[in-house]
């Protein structure tokens, strides 16, 4: 079977606003080493905060070479700017998109667990039904996140600490692209995806 993989030229900085979602340049959401929109600028194309705050998406599709779902090692920082309102859980969830799946990351703030899925390509848990509490955080500094995968196995550290590991369903695709949605908004300090042998990076 092919698969068209439509790449994204890099970046894209994305609020999915309906019908229409509203489409920023990365030079916009580039801006002291950090990648992200602000709420002014959200505003300023007439997009309303209040009362159901938009989820931003920061895109970004290509072709990362022979780097595969089953080894590899993810490393980003992240933070939730926006928590007013009917986003005081803060909403955020980084997807490592692969060919014909993902792996999903859910962060909240405390206690908002429950509305969260954990995705890691064929294994799944909802928050409503696994104890998913150490992905909730504070967004009032930036969360350093980090996924491995190797033999079969996944496992999750949220600063520098290991909060979850995943034994079993973890299957191999190709590694084709990073998705990072935030409620309201929010921005990225660094991506990083390795195998040893495939490097991206990329520090804004």
């Known amino acids: 079977m092919h698969r068209l ?13 309906k019908p229409v979602p509203v489409y920023f340049t990365r030079d916009e959401a580039t801006a ?12 300023s194309k007439n997009i309303k905060m209040q009362p159901s705050p938009p989820y931003v998406l920061y895109s970004n599709v290509q072709d990362m070479g022979e780097i595969y779902s089953d080894d590899f090692v993810f490393e980003t920082s992240v933070r939730n700017d926006y928590r007013e309102g009917a986003a005081a859980c803060q909403n955020s969830t980084i997807y490592i998109l692969c060919e014909g799946t993902a792996v999903g990351i859910p962060l909240c703030s405390k206690g908002c667990i429950s509305n969260a899925d954990l995705i890691f390509t064929n294994f799944f848990a909802s928050g409503k039904d696994t104890d998913l509490s150490a992905f909730g955080v504070d967004f009032s500094s930036y969360v350093k996140v980090k996924v491995e995968s190797k033999n079969g196995k996944g496992a999750i550290y949220l600063n520098d600490k290991l909060i979850y590991t995943v034994s079993h369903d973890v299957v191999r695709a190709k590694i084709i692209g990073f998705d990072f949605s935030f409620q309201g908004t929010g921005s990225v300090d660094y991506v990083k995806l390795t195998n040893g042998k495939v490097k991206y990076e990329d520090d804004f």
Do not use: C, D, H, M
Request: overall charge positive; charged content about 15%; glycine content about 12%.
């Open 5 to 17: 993989l439509i790449k994204s030229n890099g970046w894209v900085p994305i609020v999915a606003t």
């Open 32 to 43: 002291r080493g950090k990648f992200g929109l602000s709420v002014n600028q959200i505003e």
